[in-house]
């Protein structure tokens, strides 16, 4: 395991992701938002950036770009980066750090959401009833 508690094991990208969607399909009155850092070398891998704008994150590393992904009723999709079409495609490629998830009442109101739980670790919402 990483020295650092926000940093994500490259092979469990996917695999936390699935299991996250999963949980929010039972969830459709909450939506879980993740912030962190994409590196440069996956976005000039296929991974566009779109904004270079923080996210919410404290402080990116060079060789990093901040996303937000928003996950809901078992989809996944970057608000700050191009989403894939293809929905058997991980929304954040491997080696992404992500730094904090907060789970936030749906519908979201684009003039302030009403966050529930967080910042927490995003493997803490594994346990649904972080969900509640």
């Known amino acids: 395991?990483?020295?650092?508690?926000?940093?994500?094991?490259?092979?469990?990208?996917?695999?936390?992701?699935?299991?996250?969607?999963t949980l929010s399909r039972s969830r459709p009155d909450r939506v879980l938002r993740l912030s962190g850092s994409l590196p440069v070398a996956?976005?000039?891998?296929?991974?566009?950036?779109?904004?270079?704008?923080?996210?919410?994150?404290?402080?990116?590393?060079?060789?990093?770009?901040?996303?937000?992904?928003?996950?809901?009723r078992g989809f996944s999709s970057l608000t700050t980066h191009p989403t894939a079409f293809d929905p058997d495609r991980a929304a954040l490629p491997e080696g992404a750090r992500i730094g904090a998830a907060e789970l936030l009442a749906a519908p979201?109101?684009?003039?302030?959401?009403?966050?529930?739980?967080?910042?927490?670790?995003?493997?803490?919402?594994?346990?649904p009833t972080n969900w509640a």
């Open 108 to 127: 979201l109101d684009p003039s302030g959401g009403v966050r529930l739980r967080g910042p927490l670790a995003a493997a803490d919402f594994l346990e």
């Open 1 to 21: 395991m990483s020295s650092e508690p926000w940093l994500a094991p490259g092979a469990a990208i996917a695999g936390l992701l699935a299991a996250l969607e």
């Open 42 to 72: 996956a976005l000039e891998q296929g991974w566009t950036a779109a904004a270079r704008e923080p996210a919410g994150t404290d402080q990116v590393p060079a060789g990093w770009e901040p996303f937000e992904l928003l996950i809901f």
